[in-house]
């Protein structure tokens, strides 16, 4: 992470790691102080639970001095934010399988078309399925894609139902000697029950189709709706078990700390982040940089 994507979500750091870097110049660890960090990490999308747990307990080591100034205290947030990231366990970043959910409109065929970009420079083939059937446009925004990534795109027939055309995508990618495989889907708003009944089927048909390998399906979650993220996100966590999420749309937004509500919340690792709607506008998670950069200058 770091440099040049540190400008691309310029708004990100601009205003939080700016106030948070100007507030811990001051000495005094008083009430005021907390007051003012508890405001910041509550603007950025950290979350009030995950927020009262975080100055709880940096008030205490401020009282009983395991904390005596503000550089400590600056060190002991960024490493209790570095835990609560590193909490979920993770996968490799680069499964065979990957079963793309989330809300129409938080960034799956755009992240599917980057990443694709990402592995095929990476020398791996990648075939994409077009597995939202629902609008025409949907399946063409994947196509351009897909040539723009130069990787091979599974479409069905119009009207074709998903589950279908993921059948035969899965065949198509048994017999092309492929690495990867990325299933965009479509991200229709529906019932709890509804839902988990599309996905079941998808993955049953996944795994008759592609037995042995390891499906991993991933959430986009849009940075930019922040705590309304989080309700997207109950809703694919109830109805399926997500390994998972894809943090969109960051350069949009000041809500970095939405991460942490995220995992807090759900207990899902964070796989990669987006900022920008270009071809490389992506970038593999990494707790450690991610905190560094919301906390220094
Ligand atoms: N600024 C910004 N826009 C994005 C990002 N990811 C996706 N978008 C835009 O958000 C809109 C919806 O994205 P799309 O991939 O079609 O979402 P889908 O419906 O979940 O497949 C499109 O206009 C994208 O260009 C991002 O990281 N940053
Ligand atoms: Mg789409």
Redesign the pocket.
Known sequence: MLGFIKDKIKKVYAGFTKKISSLFLRNQLDEEFFTELSNLLLVADVGVKTTERLIVQLKEQVSNKTIENSDQLREQLEQMLQTILEKPSRQAATQPIILMV??????????VGKFASRLKKQGKKVLLIAG?TFRAA?TQ?LAEWATRAEVEVFIGRENQDPASVIFDGCTRFSQGGFDHVII?TA?RLQTKTNLMRELEKMRKIIDRQLPGLPVATWL?VDAMLGQNSLRQAEVFHEATSLDGVVV?????TGKGGIVFSIIDQFNVPIMFV????GIE?ISEFNARDYVHDLLHE
């Open positions: 989330g809300i129409n409109g938080s960034g799956k065929t755009t992240f939202d949907a925004q965009d991200g986009t969109t749309k960051l350069d949009g987006a900022f920008g709607e506008d």
